[in-house]
């Protein structure tokens, strides 16, 4: 007799496979909630529209150009903070082979869980002789130091941005922070560099970790200092920068008044806050719905800007944003990748 792949359970007539694992219905649990999400916000967007429908619909595509370059460039900050690290745990990767793991690997960010991001990064480095696994655990940091850098503009700046959008969404203990410009934005920036010792321990830990028996220069071994994350809070700083821009561009392609920098802050705060409540949110693939919604709300109530305007550039922007990604991953993969010279 052939040997019993699978034995029935005398009780409920089910089919037990050895060493097979239970289901798991999680995936299907995201997929509810990340609809549930949609719902609720579609009915919230169907709502603001209809109290404030626009006129007429006009889009100066012209504008979409510098909002896409704004985009693109505003990652190249994330890049280099993505190559010190690796350097600094001894693993060196050239510009190319990062700009390329690095682009293509945003499209993994529309998997629900975002994680395939750091696997297609870490397995694009390969050829570069770098430890894969590393790259993607350097990847994650990149992106948490990407994230914590973005929350400290967007709630620095909030207050007097956002101004009655923001303490809308306070509770009523905290209002008292509309009368505080100076001391709320310098304290969200001091607690924020404080905890960076506390990130270069951790980071530090796991690095080693994933590549056991590195050796250091001297005998300092090789560890990512609270001083290099405080470089990559400082020059991410400059790639939310460009994202606040690209927004504006979208929003100045809408508008028929001139181009004001004045409003830069209020670019900065909205962008910012929505794109890191879509990275949190990890059930919402690539922050769709969710980023579209914070960033609705954190521009409807500017009198230059209201819902309708709100909504159609929440849109516009996903798409101008998407399509950069798509064509710079796309290209990208296509291009060959460098190929690392053994030197035995």
Known sequence: ??????????????SIVPGARPKSYWPVIKWILFVIVLVFLGR???????????????????????????????????IWFWRAMLHRLQQPLDWWTAIRAYHVGQIGKYVPGKAMVLIIRGALTKSANVNSVLAGVTAAYESLV???????????????ALGPTFSKWLPLQLNWLQKQPFLWPVAVIVVTFATTPISSWLFTRVGRKVVPGQKGI?????SISAGLISQGIVVMTLGWICHAFSLGFVLQSLSDAPFKLTLFPVWLASASLSLVGGFVVLIAPGGIGVREGILVEALKDHPAIGPSTALIAAGLLRVV????????????????????????
């Open 1 to 14: 007799m052939s040997p019993i792949d699978a034995v029935t359970n005398p009780e409920k007539g089910e």
């Open 44 to 78: 919230r967007a169907f709502l603001l529209w209809k109290l404030a429908p626009p006129k007429s619909i006009q889009i100066n595509a012209w504008w979409l150009i510098p909002a896409a370059l704004s985009y693109v460039i505003g990652w190249f900050p994330s």
């Open 146 to 160: 990407f994230i914590a850098t973005g929350a400290m503009l967007g709630l620095a700046l909030a207050p007097s």
């Open 218 to 222: 001297g005998d300092t071994p090789p």
């Open 321 to 344: 944003w998407f399509v950069t990604e798509l064509i710079s991953a796309a290209v990208l993969f296509l291009a060959k990748p460098k190929t690392a010279i053994s030197v035995d």
